[in-house]
């Protein structure tokens, strides 16, 4: 998936960026514990369903079921809740979800660092 270059992208596609952004953050933030943690472990840090597992200290079926609970709970919350949509059920929407989450994530480590 290519991501815009930050630095090139116009006022407009830069508001939008940061309304959508805002948007998937508090969504992510309104999931439960349970799947915020799966999401945040495969999505911005990479861990695969084992190392996932490990690290929760929970079965792999119980990892695939969360994420894939916590993919279609967010999708929801943001048909619902923000001016944008994804169908998670197209591989490359899929990918396209994962790249916004993990941009947004890290748009949010860096300012977290900043602060």
Do not use: W
């Amino acid at each position: 998936m290519d991501l815009p270059d930050p630095d090139k992208l116009s006022l407009q596609q830069t508001i939008e960026r940061n309304e959508m952004s805002a948007c998937v953050q508090r969504h992510l933030a309104d999931l439960p514990d349970s799947y915020h943690a799966v999401i945040l472990l495969h999505d911005q840090y990479g861990l695969i369903g084992p190392e996932i597992a490990e690290t929760l200290g929970a079965s792999l079926a119980t990892v695939k079921i969360r994420l894939h609970r916590a993919r279609h709970r967010l999708q929801a919350t943001l048909e619902a809740g923000c001016a944008f949509s994804l169908d998670v059920r197209d591989s490359e929407t899929r990918l396209r979800l994962r790249g916004l989450i993990c941009m947004i994530l890290l748009i949010q480590s860096a300012d977290d660092m900043e602060a």
